[in-house]
């Protein structure tokens, strides 16, 4: 086997018996890793109907069999439980190094049950792993943690996956760090591993991964050394981060603003990729292996002072923190995304759920008796800042909110529920659909709730599709179509950005991204150059098509139903201010979209897969 170990390491915390699972080829053909390792693995080994946050919830920790190849994007993994948000499938991906030093510490993967007495962390090294105490880390920052595990180990290289405060005191979106600035952000998993009582996996390994024709990777890695420089949208996301098209947006009116109820923000400029350049960006930082090192380095200005080891603000949380609580401070922004990665939050949860608590004290759905005083208006950025940390906290209204908006609302009741933005439980993250409808499929039919990363955005393929012609996708389709050709434009980006998560690679990367420097068909030579497997695109979009209709079954088997397949009602109701005013979606339009796509995908009316599909995927 080239490219991968052949090993996952199966941890029971109940007993803390730690086993390695042996498995063949085939199974990784079949499944390439990422979120269809964890959804073998909670399809196979999990009860129905458990809590999230108890013993019974498996949380995987995977790569994908091309992780740790040296190429620029090749080094995410996935986390995958079932979600505390939403109930149902979880999943979240992370850049960074840890990925690839898991694979070189000889294992490809982590399944994680029970739950121990007290508090541990993993240690995954060189062919080993042992459970060890955290009983002193528990309560820590991420960087004191990071700080004394690499201490004890005595290894200033080790990498550290872990959870902060917050998911101690399982926030419902807290998150896993790593590195202290690349997180598995969204779904609560970090709440699901402070229900486990573990604190961190710290991985450390030596050994080299294997690749069928070493040749070719150096050939694909001097094409992208001397193609990426030439490349407009890659140079952008170097110079100015994922932030570089937030301007771009606003002009558009699609940037997230007031808690999504306009379209664009007066104070755009001034929480700007441009501004963050030329006020705290201190250096740039890049994932392993990569080149062009979208990561931001900022040095907030008192009172909002940052430290850069926790990196920078993304797009997403500029915009969750800005446009969305019309705050326009960015260093009160690049605070609030230090605080959350110390705690281990994810941003775009915390962003909404704050928008969504100043649109109910707008309405005097919320009053200051109880926001403890705070005036909760939009625009005010000490409230921001301060929510943020009484949500980590679990203080006062903090902790309602740090239950997510769909819990938050049905607490406060008072008609508050139209404010809160969430698709099956999980907060909407910052783009609006209502200027891409691409986008209002996704919301509604990714398995794991609101999700921007589940296709590629659609303005862009009004004009040009030359990038997507490998999949089939010969025409341009109209950004505000809902018709048949929009969802088969969606199902087939579905399926390819699906299938980057299953291969654990930055959606930045490659086709049809903006940034993207690797075309589609590179990615068919890179595993082949990898595993030696002669695999085309078809067998690749087919183990893609598995993990989707996976997710599906098993949100089936958790309780929902067609009707979870929905949209917050703001998104029916015209947006008020902006280019874009009076935009909507036709909830009649979405929902015959959404039948078109069960027909395309083999599922039944009910959106249940039918078992001729499943035999297809090789699944029954
Ligand atoms: S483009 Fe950015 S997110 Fe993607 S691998 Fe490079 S540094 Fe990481």
């Known amino acids: 086997m080239f490219g991968f170990n052949g090993k996952i390491l199966k941890v029971d915390l109940n007993s803390q018996k730690i086993d390695v699972e042996v498995l063949d080829e085939k199974f990784y053909r079949k499944y390439l890793g990422g979120r269809n390792f964890g959804l073998y693995y909670l399809t196979r080994e999990m009860s129905t109907n458990i809590d999230p946050l108890s013993p019974e919830n498996i949380l995987v920790f995977a790569t994908g069999v091309t992780t740790g190849v040296p190429l620029t994007g090749f080094c995410r993994h996935s986390v995958v439980a079932k979600s505390p948000l939403t109930n149902g499938f979880g999943e979240a991906e992370a850049g960074g190094f840890w990925g690839a030093e ?29 459970i060890r105490d955290a009983s002193g880390l528990w309560g820590q920052l991420t960087k004191d943690t990071q700080k004394a595990i690499r201490e004890e180990l005595k290894d200033p290289l080790v990498r550290v996956a872990q959870i902060g405060p917050a998911g101690e005191k399982l926030v419902r979106y807290a998150c896993i760090m790593n590195d202290l600035k690349y997180a598995n952000g969204r779904s609560g998993l970090g709440a699901v591993m402070g229900s486990k009582n573990l604190k ?34 890659a140079l952008a996301r170097s110079r100015l981060g994922t932030s570089d098209g937030l301007l771009a947006m606003n002009a558009d009116g699609i940037l997230p603003t007031r808690n999504f109820s306009k379209g664009s923000f007066d104070h755009a400029e001034d929480i700007s990729g441009e501004k963050m350049k030329d006020t705290i960006l201190i250096g740039t930082e890049g994932c392993y292996a990569c080149s062009i090192r979208c990561k931001r380095v900022v040095k ?29 401070d960015l260093n009160a922004i690049s605070y609030a995304n230090q605080l959350c990665n110390a705690y281990g939050m994810d941003t775009i949860s915390a962003g909404c759920t704050i928008a969504f608590a100043m649109e109910c004290f707008e309405n005097g759905v919320l009053t200051k008796d109880e926001t403890s005083h705070i005036d909760l208006r939009f625009g005010n950025t000490e409230a921001m800042v301060k929510l943020v940390d009484m949500i980590a906290k679990r203080e006062g209204l903090g902790d309602i909110l740090a239950e997510g908006v769909m819990r938050a609302s049905q607490r406060i009741g008072k008609g ?32 794991s709730g609101a999700d921007h ?80 497997w002669n695999t085309s695109l078809l067998e690749l979009m087919m183990a893609s098509d598995r993990s989707i209709s996976l997710a599906r079954e098993f949100n089936l088997r958790e309780g929902f139903t067609k009707e979870d397949d929905q949209l917050p009602m703001r998104f029916y109701e015209p947006l008020e201010f902006g280019p874009r005013k009076g935009a909507r979606i036709s909830e009649r339009d979405l ?30």
């Open 102 to 130: 898991l694979k070189f510490a000889g294992f490809d993967a982590v399944a994680i049950k029970g739950a121990s007495p007290k508090p541990v962390y993993l240690w995954v090294h060189d062919g080993e792993a042992e």
């Open 200 to 233: 961190a996996i710290a991985v450390r390994g030596h050994n080299k991964l294997e690749f069928k024709d070493p040749e070719k990777i150096k050939e694909l890695a001097k094409w992208h050394s001397e193609n990426w420089l030439k490349h407009p949208g």
């Open 300 to 328: 907030g200005k008192p009172p909002y002072e940052t430290d850069p080891n926790y990196g920078g603000p993304e797009y997403e949380t500029i915009a969750a923190f800005g446009s969305l609580c019309e705050v326009s």
């Open 416 to 447: 508050s529920e139209k404010y809160a933005m969430h698709v099956k439980g999980k907060e909407v993250p910052m783009h609006e659909p209502r200027g891409k409808t691409g986008l209002a499929l996704q919301y509604t039919l990714s398995p």
């Open 453 to 532: 990363m589940q296709a590629a955005h659609d303005p862009v393929f009004q004009a040009n599709v030359e990038n997507i012609k490998p999949l089939g996708i010969i025409e341009p389709v109209d950004r505000l179509s809902l018709g048949p050709d929009k969802v088969r434009l969606f199902k087939y980006l579905q399926l390819w950005w699906n299938l980057l998560d299953c291969l654990c690679v930055c959606k930045f990367v490659i086709a049809p991204h903006g940034a993207g420097v690797f075309k589609i068909n590179h990615l068919v030579d890179i595993v082949n150059a990898v595993t030696g």
């Open 591 to 620: 929902n015959e979209a959404i039948s078109i796509y069960y027909g395309m995908m083999g599922w039944d009316r009910t959106g249940k897969p039918e078992t001729v599909k499943l035999q297809e995927l090789s699944l029954f």
